[in-house]
């Protein structure tokens, strides 16, 4: 069955980093294109970034443009997100999501916790 485990959340001071990981599988990952999304406490469901099932192009949300990076390691079954120059705003929990053919989310992870604070 199609899984995707997040790692590589915690606790980050403002101005710091974390790189997040998702792991895929059950599914031929290298087909398929992949997003990060993330809810703040109190808040809705945020997209923050997209790569194409072959990495050749990769999406941001303003918020996070120029201090995310998205990647992917087809031999992995893995996704990442680079999240450099982080912010209290950037609080959330982070979820990755199997994009489907249609472009609809149809298989997210658990999510993994970041917290921004000093």
């Known amino acids: 069955q199609v899984q995707l485990v997040e790692s590589g959340g915690g606790l980050a001071q403002p101005g710091g980093s974390l790189r997040l990981s998702c792991a895929a599988s059950?599914?031929?990952?290298?087909?398929?294109?992949m997003s990060w999304a993330r809810q703040a406490p109190g808040k809705g469901l945020e997209w923050v970034s997209g790569?194409?099932?072959?990495?050749?192009?990769?999406y941001y949300a303003d918020s996070v443009k120029g201090r995310f990076t998205i990647s992917r390691d087809n031999a992995k079954n893995t996704v990442y997100l680079q999240m450099n120059s982080l912010k209290p705003e950037d609080t959330a929990l982070y979820y990755c999501?199997?994009?489907?053919?249609?472009?609809?989310?149809?298989?997210w992870g658990q999510g993994t916790q970041v917290t921004v604070s000093s």
């Open positions: 999501a199997r994009v489907a053919e249609a472009g609809e989310y149809d298989y």
């Open positions: 059950g599914f031929t990952f290298s087909s398929y294109a």
């Open positions: 790569i194409y099932s072959d990495g050749s192009d990769t």
